[in-house]
């Protein structure tokens, strides 16, 4: 996980990287509870769409508390869309205010986020995806955390979901062909008929 790895590298406490964890695991459950029918459309939130998805901070923080996650935890999940420099939400902290934790959890979930497809954009490559951290670091990322993110190797969560998706395609291919199913053959004929259009 990617949030871990950050967070062995600044050195944190074990309590410290349990409750990132939590937070890293349970961070949208906000969202989840709300269960917006936008959030599933092939378009960009309108004004008030985003204004109410911003509560899933709370929310979540909220959800966190009933299901016994510790306050840490609880407030690394409110505290996960705040910004470097202040225009984050729900409480504008900027900085050495926004926890450590917070912040790291910020690049870690921006990362996977736009590695991932959704109903209005493709998924970023993970070369594009670095870019974008970089391009915003000092506005919305901290650059101490962006730049010992871009340090990070051997985690198959910095490949795209895209990029894992075709590795464990291409591992599972690779497989004895007498190990496969029909329906596991039929499957690879699929995904070779794909790679080669």
């Known amino acids: ?3 871990d790895a950050l967070a062995e ?38 004004e008030e769409e985003r204004l109410d998805m911003q509560r899933h901070t709370v929310i979540g923080e909220q959800e966190a508390a009933k299901r016994g996650l510790s306050r ?10 705040e910004w470097w420099n202040g225009f984050g939400y729900p409480d504008a902290l900027s900085g050495e ?7 790291i959890l910020r690049v870690a979930d921006t990362f996977c986020a736009i590695t991932d497809a959704r109903p209005f954009r493709a998924a970023l490559s993970a070369a594009e995806a670095k870019k974008y951290l970089i391009e915003w670091a000092g506005i919305e990322f901290d650059p ?23 590795t464990r395609f291409e591992d599972w291919f690779a497989a004895e062909p007498e ?14 008929q794909e790679k080669t259009n």
């Open 144 to 166: 101490k955390i962006v730049k010992i993110f871009l340090l990070l190797e051997g985690l198959s969560e910095l490949q795209s979901f895209d990029e894992r998706e075709k």
């Open 1 to 3: 996980m990617i949030a």
């Open 9 to 46: 590298r600044f050195n944190f406490a074990s309590h410290d990287r349990s409750a990132l964890s939590q937070a890293a695991l349970v961070h949208d459950l906000g969202a989840l509870v709300m269960n917006r029918e936008y959030i599933k459309t092939n378009r960009l939130l309108r």
């Open 72 to 81: 840490a935890a609880q407030l690394l999940v409110r505290w996960h869309h």
């Open 97 to 103: 205010q926004i926890p450590l934790a917070a912040r």
């Open 179 to 192: 190990n496969l199913s029909a329906d596991n053959r039929l499957a690879e004929n699929n995904y070779l």
